[in-house]
């Protein structure tokens, strides 16, 4: 199993940080790649940018003993921990990520990096503009 | 001093004079209980006793001129009868009474001193209730000092003392059988049978004339036995019949301890008053505190009920050991037990023969958890339902050695002596140190239940002295060696005056030397019972004894007590003290030790003693005889597990397990009590044991213990996923094998249409049912098998969102449950269509449904589940604003939360009557209320309790802390059952309400249209279906609380845009 970590600050409260992470409809918005999301809940599919006809189920969980929300791609099985940390009092957020990547896909780990930066500085951004 | 004498002649005198008692009957009485209950009394609390039939104002008119008449007979005095305005009483300081002077001298062990305060009848000339009531209890105890002082005459060999002492005991109790029986014996032994045949027909004749009843077969038996001849000598009677409890007969003059036993008396005389509580005797072993619980319990038996069991330090002892031995006690002087009653057939399970005198059949089982639950309160209704009849007195002897449930259930039970006529004595040595008992006593104490800790010291020498005369020793040197080596030790200094009187050169110098000084003593019978008796580690019935090798039972028992190593209980032979055993046990060499046990375990055996599998395997394995033990560990663990006690049914299955560890029924029996204990990785290590045992070539065994695996992961623990695995598993199983189609097969086909459907995977749960019909075809499903399909036709429905149509096939599965006697599995279907019927909207129906499974509850006594229902029952009534019905719910939730001393209940509790207050717009006590149950970690969801918090906070205008509750919503860790994908809709509107509060307009509306337009995309019901699926599985309830009602939402928000002049989103 290949991983990465990757975080950003975002000067806005968790809570409008957790709002885009846990309402797939708006992951077009901030994660790199994805163009649509159908499902809601737990269940979900991407659509990746340019493939409207490639689905990629996901599921979406949270673990309660260390607060944190996890994507798994059912396709690649890609998995993606992401977990939010009060700053300032709460007025900011260190939002973090952890990224596992199955052997047989090692080939994306470069590709994936550079997605992830991105994402997590967007979702950053976005957060701060709603709050 | 004023002094009034009330036995006998009624007199009082001042200083040394004596002055006239008032002639009015009133003013007699009031002297006397003034004088009976020195200190001051409320005025209005003397007038309501005395002139109960008049106005209050007029019995405090009677109350003065009483009063007024008092003084004037005590020459208006005001030192002795002090009168304020709303209090008069004796001041305790200036008052001598001969009824208190009697129990002083009696607690300083001079018995013949205060008989001769017993001059006649206490105030002869009254007779009122309290009057007849302070009269026994003064006659008892007299009888009860003259009973001892006959005992110790006779066990000097001083016959005629004794038969004095018996005579005026007879002539104190004329109508006492048990007194005329003394009489008969003793005079009878001391060669005057005529006497004590006239002594006989003396009663015979009261008997007949004043109550027309005829002499018990007992004292009839005597009487001929007297005709017949000389009384053989036998066995002293064991003080189980005199008291009735297990205590020793022949006790020692309690010396000392007066302060001590004050504590206990004003204990119990609060519990008499139904203000019960708990005293809890601390010391080292030896101290006198087991003759301090006699002395109390011999006091308390006069007026009240008196009950006793002990700890025990036992290998293999089963789980409540201490209770059965109480519940056992109890039953035998309170009661005959009521045919109808609800706790005999439960608390059968502890003490066998319960279940034969209530004539019912035990309740089914449910849960482990919901077992012990309803094994606890069975445990409470008993002694409640015997202190409902006199006061209690529950004497738990030795808690230092009791065993974790059996603590656990005195913990329950002792919580609600505070408001029960029930005292509860606790004895326990300080070392070495058990943090369960003190855990118990914090729990008590936290409880609000007054607890006493008194801690008994050593005797001072002039103490010891006393002890060791009281025993015979009658030479100054003697008792002077015996102060020096008892170091204010009471049991070793009885011991080792003992071991002076009956002529010993010198004084033992341990109490290990004192008793086998006396053991020395023994013959070869007397001997080997007291060393069958020590190597049992609790008190022998009599039919076990019966059949030890101990040829000349009777005669050996008869020497073994008079040695005073042993004495007999209610039947049972038992030493003297559990100190004496301990050391005698000590005194026992290998081999003959484990010869003692082997043979115990066969003597125990035969006798047929029920749940004394643990104990028998204990002593085979302390003979070394593992292989015999096997069988015993395994029932043992049976037996542990049928009352819920999962540790110690593990650690039986454990224990059998290092014996042999090849036998797969060992390793499913121990996964099926890891499952009920929650300890995951346990149960798979089980399990796979297990199935490798079994292999492959036993398919069908295979294939029940798939089912039996599965079976687990949906009773004791929730996991579908698990359960799906091994209901597949078992499937392929039978597919492979070709094994034939039987009742397994069905069993997995519904399993698999269960997990299946709670999955969401409608299509595959359709499938097996269709697969499952086709296997079962017409022929009648058990209850069970029709529960499991209707369940799962159910779960089909509820994921496709067809929530009106699912109730259905969830009250039939509700009512197959029933007649399969599972209560709980009805509380789940019930509960579930209750749910369907709420997200249908249809919550007049829901009412119905939860009304009908809480009556299903309260039949079969499952309190946790009987409480849930008021849970859920209280959100449903609030949803339609019946709030005054619903605050009643959660008032019955939080009584049961209290009987049940269930932390979480009370939290859920504080959740609900919270939201009940937002319903009804009062948010300050709503926020508090929400705050609470969140700091006591509810068991509810923890991010919609922190949103309903922050809303009723944004309401109130308090924006700051709402804001930082929606912050801490976010940080909630969350679960399916949380709803998680309404949760940003739900925190956008709150987020909006603050916006609102602060009369920021436009973030406002931003907020609320960004929630309106969450609440849109959720309008789906498949999608409910699937959230509610979860709440089952993470909340182990069902989600009446918790329903989810988009278009509500949506009409809410709507309402507030409009209020704010904004669009609503479509």
């Given at each position: 199993m290949v991983r990465f970590q990757d975080e950003a600050r975002a000067d806005a409260p968790p809570e409008e940080v957790w709002k885009l992470l846990y309402d797939p409809t708006r992951f077009p918005e901030w994660w790199v790649g994805i163009e649509t999301v159908v499902g809601d809940g737990a269940d979900l599919t991407f659509f990746p940018e340019g493939y409207p006809h490639f689905p990629m189920p996901q599921q979406l969980a949270t673990r309660r003993e260390d607060r944190q929300v996890v994507v798994s791609c059912l396709v690649s099985h890609l998995r993606f921990d992401w977990r939010l940390e009060p700053l300032d009092g709460g007025k900011a957020t260190r939002i973090r990520v952890d990224v596992q990547i199955p052997p047989e896909e090692g080939h994306r780990l470069d590709a994936q990096r550079a997605v992830i930066r991105e994402s997590v500085e967007r979702l950053a951004h976005l957060a701060e503009t709603e709050a | 001093m004023l002094r009034v004498q009330l036995i006998g002649e009624f007199r009082v005198e001042l200083g040394e004079c004596p002055i006239p008692v008032p002639r009015s009957r009133p003013a007699q009485a009031l002297l006397g209980w003034l004088a009976l209950n020195p200190g001051p009394h409320a005025r209005a609390a003397l007038a309501a006793r005395f002139w109960p039939d008049v106005l209050d104002a007029s019995a405090r008119a009677n109350l003065r001129n009483t009063i007024w008449v008092l003084r004037s007979a005590i020459a208006g005095d005001t030192d002795h009868l002090v009168a304020t305005r709303d209090s008069v009483g004796f001041a305790a300081d200036t008052l001598w009474t001969d009824v208190a002077e009697f129990g002083r001298l009696v607690r300083e062990g001079r018995a013949e001193a205060a008989l001769e305060l017993c001059r006649g009848d206490l105030l002869p000339d009254l007779d009122d209730d309290w009057v007849l009531e302070a009269r026994d209890q003064q006659r008892r105890e007299a009888g009860e000092v003259l009973v001892r002082l006959a005992r110790e005459a006779e066990g000097r060999g001083e016959l005629d003392r004794a038969v004095?002492?018996?005579?005026?005991?007879?002539?104190?109790?004329?109508?006492?059988?048990?007194?005329?029986?003394?009489?008969?014996?003793?005079?009878?032994?001391?060669?005057?049978?005529?006497?004590?045949?006239?002594?006989?027909?003396?009663?015979?004749?009261?008997?007949?004339r004043e109550l027309r009843m005829a002499t018990s077969p007992e004292t009839r038996a005597l009487a001929e036995r007297i005709r017949q001849g000389p009384l053989s000598e036998g066995p002293p009677p064991a003080v189980g019949e005199a008291h009735e409890t297990r205590l020793c007969p022949d006790l020692p003059s309690l010396v000392g301890r007066t302060p001590e036993l004050s504590v206990l008396e004003r204990a119990w005389a609060d519990a008499r008053a139904g203000r019960?509580?708990?005293?809890?005797?601390?010391?080292?072993?030896?101290?006198?505190?087991?003759?301090?619980?006699?002395?109390?319990?011999?006091?308390?038996?006069?007026?009240?009920?008196?009950?006793?069991?002990?700890?025990?330090?036992?290998?293999?002892?089963?789980?409540?050991?201490?209770?059965?031995?109480?519940?056992?006690?109890?039953?035998?002087?309170?009661?005959?037990?009521?045919?109808?009653?609800?706790?005999?057939?439960?608390?059968?399970?502890?003490?066998?023969?319960?279940?034969?005198?209530?004539?019912?059949?035990?309740?089914?089982?449910?849960?482990?958890?919901?077992?012990?639950?309803?094994?606890?309160?069975?445990?409470?209704?008993?002694?409640?339902?015997?202190?409902?009849?006199?006061?209690?007195?529950?004497?738990?002897?030795?808690?230092?050695?009791?065993?974790?449930?059996?603590?656990?259930?005195?913990?329950?039970?002792?919580?609600?002596?505070?408001?029960l006529p029930l005292l509860v004595v606790i004895t326990r040595r300080d070392l070495p140190p058990r943090p369960e008992v003190d855990a118990l006593l914090d729990r008590l104490r936290a409880g609000g239940v007054p607890t006493r800790e008194v801690l008994l010291a050593a005797l001072a020498p002039a103490e010891i002295s006393r002890l060791a005369e009281s025993v015979g020793l009658r030479s100054p040197a003697g008792v002077e060696r015996v102060v020096r080596v008892a170091d204010g030790n009471p049991l070793l200094a009885i011991e080792t005056a003992r071991a002076l009187a009956a002529g010993?050169?010198?004084?033992?110098?341990?109490?290990?030397?004192?008793?086998?000084?006396?053991?020395?003593?023994?013959?070869?019978?007397?001997?080997?019972?007291?060393?069958?008796?020590?190597?049992?580690?609790?008190?022998?019935?009599?039919?076990?004894?019966?059949?030890?090798?101990?040829?000349?039972?009777?005669?050996?028992?008869?020497?073994?007590?008079?040695?005073?190593?042993?004495?007999?209980?209610?039947?049972?032979?038992?030493?003297?003290?559990?100190?004496?055993?301990?050391?005698?046990?000590?005194?026992?060499?290998?081999?003959?030790?484990?010869?003692?046990?082997?043979?115990?375990?066969?003597?125990?055996?035969?006798?047929?003693?029920?749940?004394?599998?643990?104990?028998?395997?204990?002593?085979?394995?302390?003979?070394?005889?593992?292989?015999r033990a096997l069988s015993h560990l395994v029932d043992a663990a049976a037996d542990a597990r049928a009352v819920a006690a999962l540790p110690e049914a593990a650690g039986f299955l454990e224990e059998a397990l290092l014996i042999r560890d090849d036998d797969p029924e060992i390793w499913l029996?121990?996964?099926?009590?890891?499952?009920?204990?929650?300890?995951?990785?346990?149960?798979?290590?089980?399990?796979?044991?297990?199935?490798?045992?079994?292999?492959?070539?036993?398919?069908?065994?295979?294939?029940?213990?798939?089912?039996?695996?599965?079976?687990?992961?949906?009773?004791?623990?929730?996991?579908?996923?698990?359960?799906?695995?091994?209901?597949?598993?078992?499937?392929?199983?039978?597919?492979?094998?070709?094994?034939?189609?039987?009742?397994?097969?069905?069993?997995?086909?519904?399993?698999?249409?269960?997990?299946?459907?709670?999955?969401?995977?409608?299509?595959?749960?359709?499938?097996?049912?269709?697969?499952?019909?086709?296997?079962?075809?017409?022929?009648?499903?058990?209850?069970?098998?029709?529960?499991?399909?209707?369940?799962?036709?159910?779960?089909?429905?509820?994921?496709?969102?067809?929530?009106?149509?699912?109730?259905?096939?969830?009250?039939?599965?509700?009512?197959?449950?029933?007649?399969?006697?599972?209560?709980?599995?009805?509380?789940?279907?019930?509960?579930?269509?209750?749910?369907?019927?709420?997200?249908?909207?249809d919550f007049d129906r829901a009412l119905t449904l939860v009304d009908r499974a809480l009556g299903v509850m309260r039949q079969a006594g499952l309190r946790p589940l009987e409480a849930l229902l008021e849970s859920a029952r209280a959100s449903i009534l609030a949803r339609l604003d019946r709030v005054a019905d619903a605050r009643d719910g959660v008032g019955r939730l939080r009584d049961l939360a209290e009987l049940l001393d269930d932390g979480r209940l009370?939290?859920?509790?504080?959740?609900?009557?919270?939201?009940?207050?937002?319903?009804?717009?009062?948010?300050?006590?709503?926020?508090?209320?929400?705050?609470?149950?969140?700091?006591?970690?509810?068991?509810?969801?923890?991010?919609?309790?922190?949103?309903?918090?922050?809303?009723?906070?944004?309401?109130?205008?308090?924006?700051?802390?709402?804001?930082?509750?929606?912050?801490?919503?976010?940080?909630?860790?969350?679960?399916?059952?949380?709803?998680?994908?309404?949760?940003?809709?739900?925190?956008?509107?709150?987020?909006?309400?603050?916006?609102?509060?602060?009369?920021?307009?436009?973030?406002?509306?931003?907020?609320?249209?960004?929630?309106?337009?969450?609440?849109?995309?959720r309008l789906d019901p498949v999608s409910m279906g699937h959230a509610y699926s979860s709440a089952l599985i993470d909340l182990g309830r069902v989600p009446v609380a918790g329903l989810v009602e988009p278009q509500r939402e949506l009409e809410r928000l709507t309402v507030e845009l409009e209020e704010l002049g904004a669009e609503v989103p479509s």
């Open positions: - | 004095a002492w018996s005579r005026r005991r007879a002539a104190l109790e004329p109508l006492s059988e048990d007194a005329c029986r003394d009489l008969m014996r003793r005079l009878s032994a001391a060669g005057n049978r005529s006497g004590a045949l006239a002594a006989y027909a003396s009663l015979s004749d009261r008997l007949r019960g509580g708990v005293v809890v005797l601390v010391g080292e072993a030896g101290i006198g505190k087991t003759r301090l619980v006699a002395e109390i319990a011999a006091r308390a038996s006069g007026n009240g009920f008196v009950a006793a069991g002990a700890g025990l330090d036992l290998d293999g002892a089963a789980p409540f050991a201490l209770w059965a031995e109480l519940i056992h006690g109890l039953v035998a002087v309170a009661g005959p037990v009521p045919a109808d009653t609800g706790w005999a057939p439960q608390l059968a399970l502890l003490a066998p023969g319960l279940h034969a005198a209530a004539g019912g059949a035990p309740a089914p089982a449910a849960s482990p958890e919901l077992e012990r639950a309803r094994l606890f309160e069975a445990a409470a209704a008993m002694v409640e339902w015997a202190a409902a009849r006199r006061p209690c007195l529950l004497v738990m002897e030795d808690v230092h050695a009791a065993d974790p449930a059996s603590l656990a259930l005195a913990a329950y039970v002792a919580r609600r002596a505070a408001r010993s050169p010198e004084p033992p110098v341990t109490l290990r030397a004192a008793v086998r000084a006396t053991a020395g003593g023994l013959d070869v019978d007397a001997r080997a019972l007291a060393e069958f008796a020590a190597v049992a580690g609790r008190d022998l019935e009599r039919e076990e004894a019966a059949l030890l090798a101990v040829p000349g039972l009777a005669d050996a028992m008869v020497r073994a007590v008079e040695a005073g190593l042993l004495a007999v209980r209610q039947g049972r032979v038992a030493y003297r003290h559990a100190l004496l055993r301990e050391v005698m046990l000590a005194d026992i060499a290998e081999p003959r030790r484990a010869w003692l046990h082997e043979a115990l375990a066969e003597a125990i055996a035969q006798a047929g003693g029920r749940r004394r599998a643990g104990e028998i395997a204990g002593h085979l394995r302390l003979a070394g005889r593992h292989d029996a121990l996964c099926e009590v890891e499952a009920w204990r929650g300890r995951h990785a346990e149960i798979r290590r089980a399990f796979d044991r297990a199935a490798t045992l079994i292999g492959s070539s036993r398919p069908g065994a295979l294939v029940e213990a798939h089912l039996r695996y599965a079976r687990l992961w949906r009773g004791a623990l929730c996991e579908p996923k698990e359960c799906h695995q091994h209901y597949r598993a078992a499937l392929g199983l039978i597919d492979e094998a070709g094994l034939a189609a039987d009742a397994g097969h069905a069993e997995a086909l519904a399993g698999v249409a269960w997990s299946e459907a709670v999955a969401g995977a409608v299509e595959a749960a359709e499938e097996a049912l269709r697969d499952l019909h086709r296997l079962v075809g017409r022929s009648r499903p058990s209850d069970l098998l029709a529960h499991d399909v209707g369940v799962a036709r159910a779960h089909i429905l509820i994921r496709q969102g067809r929530f009106a149509e699912s109730y259905g096939p969830l009250i039939a599965a509700a009512d197959s449950a029933r007649a399969a006697g599972r209560a709980d599995m009805v509380y789940g279907a019930l509960g579930w269509a209750a749910s369907a019927a709420g997200a249908a909207g009370t939290a859920l509790a504080a959740h609900d009557a919270g939201m009940v207050e937002m319903t009804a717009g009062r948010h300050e006590d709503a926020e508090a209320l929400l705050a609470e149950s969140l700091a006591r970690s509810a068991p509810v969801s923890r991010p919609l309790t922190r949103l309903a918090r922050a809303e009723a906070l944004a309401l109130l205008g308090r924006c700051e802390e709402a804001e930082r509750e929606v912050t801490e919503t976010a940080l909630e860790p969350l679960l399916p059952s949380d709803f998680p994908d309404t949760l940003v809709a739900r925190l956008a509107r709150v987020q909006g309400l603050i916006a609102r509060s602060r009369g920021d307009r436009a973030l406002a509306v931003r907020r609320l249209q960004e929630a309106a337009r969450g609440w849109l995309r």
